[in-house]
């Protein structure tokens, strides 16, 4: 069966600082890959989406980047932090093909609070 | 313009009550899909239902019920006999032609 791991799980910050959260699936491959950010009390924002490796789409201009090194990985990155970017940040696959395309599978998500 | 709205912010209801959560969306695409997904307190969110554009029948599982009219641009979802476990936040989302859109969720609050 597929999983999804998102890692860490939660992370605090300083302004300024880098960053780097991780996503892997297992048990698919050449799955599309998808960052989300959720601000507090709010809804789902997509940061980022990918078809494949290296090929990224990004929804909206700001200070984060995402990376595709590999089939199965999602890396959302930054330079430096800023306060408005504390968020919940979920990671998702959907399958290209079969009955259960389209469906978007969600990891347990990062709490990051930037100080 | 692609938009998924669920103007029930917060409901609560007690405990073996019927609730039904309302979503509107709006697509010009002539094939697509709606989800409904819960996020309980822990954050991950689950994949409840998917439904295409053609296929308007209703479904049911277990105490889940889902009605898509697309006269009304409408895919809402009502549980039956409702349980505290079912406390969390519910999204809406549509997919058209590559990417999704969320609403901005409803939380129901399931008291005992």
């Known amino acids: 069966s597929q999983t999804i791991h998102q890692w860490p799980a939660t992370l605090v910050q300083p302004v300024g600082s880098p960053l780097s959260l991780e996503c892997t699936v297992e048990?698919?491959?050449?799955?599309?890959l998808y960052w989300y950010r959720q601000a507090a009390g709010r809804g789902l924002q997509l940061l980022f989406y990918?078809?494949?490796?290296?090929?990224i789409s990004s929804e909206v201009p700001q200070n984060l980047s995402a990376s595709r090194p590999q089939d199965r990985q999602f890396i959302l990155s930054s330079k430096k932090l800023l306060l408005s970017d504390s968020g919940f940040y979920l990671c998702?696959?959907?399958?290209?093909?079969?009955?259960?395309?389209?469906?978007?599978?969600f990891g347990a998500g990062t709490r990051l609070s930037v100080l | 313009a692609q938009k998924v709205t669920q103007a029930q912010t917060e409901i609560s209801v007690v405990e073996k009550e019927d609730v039904t959560l309302d979503c509107v969306y709006e697509?010009?695409?002539?094939?697509?899909?709606l989800f409904w997904y819960k996020q309980p307190p822990s954050g991950e969110l689950v994949f409840l239902i998917r439904?295409?554009?053609?296929?308007?029948q209703n479904e049911i599982s277990g105490r889940y019920s889902w009605n898509f009219q697309k006269s009304t641009s409408s895919f809402n979802f009502t549980i039956t006999a409702s349980q505290v476990v079912d406390s969390a936040v519910y999204f809406c989302?549509?997919?058209?032609?590559?990417?999704?859109?969320f609403g901005t969720g409803t939380r129901l609050k399931v008291l005992a």
């Open positions: 998702a696959w959907s399958p290209r093909l079969g009955l259960a395309k389209n469906i978007q599978y």
């Open positions: 697509t010009r695409d002539t094939t697509y899909y």
């Open positions: 439904r295409n554009s053609f296929d308007e």
């Open positions: 989302a549509l997919f058209g032609t590559y990417k999704y859109i």
């Open positions: 990918s078809v494949g490796i290296g090929q």
């Open positions: 048990g698919t491959s050449n799955p599309n």
